[in-house]
């Protein structure tokens, strides 16, 4: 066997609500602009031509509790409440009528992303990374089974920043819902077990400072929370 130069990363897991299992990563998928409100706050016309996605690199993921550094490079950190759907079997050219066959279950998350960088990405038609891949840059809670959970829809999404109400909506109000977000992205990838999918943000996304603390929740699931470490 070859051998290794250094040792391999521990598995990117998210803990089961309320099983002693964990769900090991693959791929993190996330949907842009799934809110019409939040496309409006961004200055889009949201459009139903299809879905767009960009990725997230696992080991950026940190689970719900963590305390981080406000991130390097960016003076403008912001925080987005998502709904994110975990993978739990493969798919491909999935039809929407099958595709939450797919789906092991959901957590709540937050798609942090440092929105200069972003800024200066889009006005320069250059890749999103730096804005929305970096460490630190996904958060989740535990999962909860489907069946615990049942349909997404009537679900209300909320954020508090600092106990301050900053996101609400209902999952209803998504642009694509979690069936033809899941139809459309196995399309161009073939889903598998390990996948998940952050299916976008409500109005309402805002700059966080050091010293700060989120507290998101979807109705039915574990919230997801994060400090940002205070400054000095
Ligand atoms: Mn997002």
């Known amino acids: 066997m070859t051998k290794l130069l250094f040792p391999t990363p521990e ?22 602009r799934n809110y019409a409100d939040h496309a409006k706050e961004m200055g889009h016309e949201v459009d139903r ?16 509790g963590a305390t981080v550094p406000y991130p390097p490079g960016t003076a403008d950190f912001h925080h987005e409440m998502e709904f994110v759907v975990a993978i739990g ?8 009528a099958d595709a939450m066959d ?12 440092r929105r200069d960088l972003q800024g200066v990405a889009k006005d320069k038609r250059r890749p999103w990374d730096t804005g929305k891949d970096f460490e630190n840059a996904a958060v989740i809670g535990p999962i909860t089974r489907a069946g615990d959970f049942g349909a997404p829809g009537p679900q209300a ?4 920043l600092n106990g301050k109400p900053v996101q609400q909506a209902h999952l209803s ?6 069936a033809e977000l899941i139809a459309h992205l196995s399309t161009l990838y073939h889903l598998r077990p390990g996948d ?3 299916t976008g943000t409500p109005a309402g996304v805002g700059p966080v400072s050091p010293g700060d603390m989120l507290h998101g929740e979807v109705e039915g699931l574990s919230p997801v929370t994060l400090t940002i470490a205070p400054a000095g």
């Open 11 to 32: 598995p990117v897991t998210v803990p089961m609500r309320v099983e002693d299992a964990a769900f090991p990563v693959s791929r993190i998928f996330c949907v842009g």
């Open 49 to 64: 031509e299809a879905p767009f996605y960009f990725t997230k690199s696992p080991a950026h993921l940190i689970h719900s």
């Open 89 to 96: 079997a493969p798919g491909f050219r999935v039809a929407e």
């Open 102 to 113: 797919l789906v092991l279950g959901y957590a709540s998350g937050l798609d942090m992303t």
């Open 157 to 160: 999404i909320s954020l508090h």
């Open 173 to 178: 109000d998504m642009v694509w819902s979690v």
């Open 196 to 198: 998940l999918i952050f």
